[in-house]
Nanobody, 123 residues
């Protein structure tokens, strides 16, 4: 399985932007659909956004639609999550995950995970 590493988290104020990256040193990332998930303290892990292996299809949770953008550069084995107009309720640990096939919103459908990166949005 491909090993994923997230980066780019931090502490920002409401309304600010932040860009997360999900990278791998393995060329096979281009074969994987990648999803971004997040988990706030005391809450279940939830789907944020997904992108197919080719990048041709994306899907977003309603809570982030219009504010977040997922993209990928397969030449760099990297998937990005651009987060704009951040809100305090976006505070969570963000994870990227990979699977073969279609975008799925259930974490159980993903085979490989990164270690997570903390995003904190202050009001």
């Amino acid at each position: 399985q491909v090993q994923l590493v997230e980066s780019g988290g931090g502490t920002v104020q409401a309304g600010d932007s932040l860009s997360l990256s999900c990278a791998t040193s393995e060329y096979t990332l281009s074969m994987y659909t990648v999803g971004w998930f997040r988990q706030a303290p005391g809450k279940v892990r939830e789907f944020v956004a997904g992108i197919t292996s080719s990048g041709s299809t994306t899907y977003y949770a309603d809570s982030v639609k219009g504010r977040f953008t997922i993209s990928r550069d397969n030449t760099k084995n990297t998937v990005y999550l651009q987060m704009n107009s951040l809100k305090p309720e976006d505070t969570a640990v963000y994870y990227c995950a990979g699977r073969r096939g279609l975008i799925r919103t259930s974490p159980a459908m993903y085979d490989t995970w990164g270690q997570g990166t903390q995003v904190t949005v202050s009001s």
